[in-house]
Structures are given as C-alpha cells and as structure tokens.
C-alpha cells in the first residue's frame, strides 16, 4: 500500500484538524502532572507504561511535545487518568524511526506540532479494547478531518485474520501491555493517514478498483497525457467524494460489457469510467444526502451528471447517464479519509459515451 503514498503528503496541503478530548488540562488540575523521564516505577496507566518503556521513547517525545503546546490535547495527561477508556497503538522506536527515515525528517521536534497532533490521534481509539476484543472491520481513530463545525473522524480498517493489522500496514507485535486505564498495544509501523485510494487496498471487497485505477493509468490522449487518476485520489489536499464499486460489481460488469479481463476494455473508457465515481466538491455524507430529502442531480469530475435518491440511509442510489443505477452498500458508506469520504456501491457507474 505504501506505493500509493508519498509519507510527506501529510505535511503539505494538509485540510485535516484533529482534537480528541473537549478541554486541556490546567496546571493546577489535580489530574495534571509534569512527567519526568525516567522516574516512573511500578508503572500501571497507560502514560506510566509509555514513559517506562525505552522502546517507545520517540513516542513518548511526541506525546511531552504536544504536552508543552498552549492549543494541543494534553494527552500524557488523559491518559494518566483512572479509567481513561482509550485504546492506544504505540509506534515502537524502530517504526518511528523509519517513518522519520521515509519522511526525511531529521527530528521529531522538527515537526509541525498541528500535523504532529494529527498524526498521534490516528494512534488512539475511544474505548478500550483489548488485542481480543478486536474483530475485521473499520472503525475511526481520534483523528479528525475537515472544518472544525463538520469534522468527521478518520476511518481505520481492523484485520485480525492473522493477528491484529491496522491500514494493512501496521501489526501489533506486543498486546495488552497491562495498563490499568485502558488498552496499550505496540506496533511495529506508524499508522498513516489513509487516502481514498488506501481503502480499495485494504478492503478485501474493493481491491479491482485499484486495478482499475491501475489499468486507467496507461490511457494516453492524442497528445501523449495520461489521465493523472491515481493523483486524484491520493491527493491529501483534496476535498472530494468517490462512490467506489466492489468486486462483484467489477466481475458484473466485464459479463455487461462481455469480455473476460478489465484489460480488453480501452483503458481511455475506463478512466472516464473511474472519473464518473469522483465528485470534485465538499465530501458529502450519507446524512447530508438524506437531509436533502429528495432526487437530486450532481456533477461528477468529468462532468457527467448523477443522480442522487435518498430514501434513508439504507436505500440511497446512485444512476449514471445511461440510466444504470447503483446501491450504497449501507455497511460500506461515509467511509472518512484524509481527502474525502466513499461511499461504496454494488455497480460500476459508465459515462454517457460507453
């Protein structure tokens, strides 16, 4: 999945803000405590395990960085306190050594503490659970995107058909690390912020979208420019919204158009075809198509115009211009990412012109 990504995406164009809890804590809170390195023993709340573990000291730096910021989350702090019902993933010092490596960062102090902020929330949970109490599926993490009156969380896809893997990327290689507050598990790669793209990846139901993308990409026009699709769809600075088909939607189609391979297909119609999912506006939610309350026509990137009907949040459709009409799978929508939301669908959406 890392091909997708360029990992300074996240400091450039950045549209997201994140918060996690509703205040910050005074310095004369009682709660409130200055921790000292190394001076923690018999540790039992998930801040006092951070500190002690020298394997999550660049973990632990963030976390005192954010600390010492008037407008960041004291998040040393909430996580001291009894019964915090938070679940943290802690980047051992290897993986977020890497991740400075790949970012060409020299320091973690030389990060934008916003960005920085933003980053550390993708690592924590509301709730607490336990590496038994996960099951496959997408849930958020405490990161948030968008303006701060409409901020969503961020999605974030559980795989533990073989242990616990977060994004497809990162594992948790020592759970339940004994906190007596809530859940703290160490994992061996920093959870990025996923892009649209990363979704099709992750979820074992929408993987020929990539493929799709994929082929897109080798479409030339008359003056040797590809379509430029997957920057699209990866870009951190967007603010769109992809309705993205599923397998079966993909294996229906190729029997509609009666080829066997997505490749005998122009791959020129194709990416009008993927652009036909992309709308260039605001990420719209499910909730605010219902709020609309009736059909109603909306553009996509190429132009082409959809057609919206939401009946309620169970029964939303989408048709394209040949009057082909798709479902939003309900357990498939406003999933959130770092450039838009997605919403899958049960049929590839053509343009007029195929």
Not at 233 to 262: I, K, N, S
Request: overall charge negative.
């Amino acid at each position: 999945m890392n091909k997708y990504k360029n990992i300074n995406k996240w400091f450039i164009g950045m549209f997201a803000i994140a918060m996690l809890f509703s205040c910050n804590f005074p310095e004369d809170d009682e709660f409130y405590i200055p921790f000292e390195a190394g001076v923690v023993e018999n540790p039992e709340t998930i801040t006092q395990l951070i500190i002690a573990n020298e394997d999550l000291g660049i973990f632990e730096q963030a976390l005192r960085i954010l600390e010492q910021e008037n407008n960041s989350e004291k998040l040393l702090a909430k996580l001291n306190l009894p019964n915090s019902n938070t679940t943290v993933f802690a980047p051992s010092n290897a993986a977020f050594q890497a991740w400075l490596d790949n970012s060409g960062i020299d320091d973690i102090s030389l990060i934008n503490p916003i960005d920085l902020e933003v980053v550390i929330l993708n690592h924590i949970l509301v709730g607490e659970f336990k590496a038994a109490d996960f099951t496959t599926g997408l849930t958020t993490s405490s990161a948030l995107v968008g303006p701060r009156a409409t901020a969503k969380n961020v999605s974030m896809y559980i795989d533990t058909t073989n242990g616990v893997i977060i994004n497809g990327e990162s594992t948790v290689i020592t759970p339940d690390v004994g906190a007596n507050n809530g859940a703290l598990h160490i994992v061996d790669t920093v959870i990025d912020l996923p892009v649209m793209l990363d979704f099709s990846a992750m979820l074992p139901s929408l993987s020929m979208f990539d493929d799709a993308v994929e082929f897109a990409q080798t479409a030339r026009d008359e003056d040797g420019n590809g379509p430029n699709l997957r920057f699209r769809l990866v870009d951190p600075g967007a603010e769109r919204t992809l309705f993205m088909p599923t397998d079966d939607a993909f294996a229906d189609l190729l029997v509609e158009l009666g080829v066997a391979e997505l490749s005998e297909v122009d791959p020129s119609i194709v990416a009008d075809a993927i652009f036909t999912h992309l709308i260039d506006i605001a990420p719209i939610s499910t909730p605010e198509f219902i709020e609309i309350g009736r059909p109603f026509p909306i553009p996509a990137f190429n132009n082409e115009l959809l057609f919206i009907n939401p009946t309620d949040v169970n029964n939303i459709t989408v048709t394209d211009p040949n009057g082909r009409t798709a479902n939003l799978v309900p357990t498939l929508i406003d999933i959130v990412a770092v450039n838009g939301f997605i919403h899958v669908i049960d049929k590839v959406l053509l343009s007029e012109a195929e």
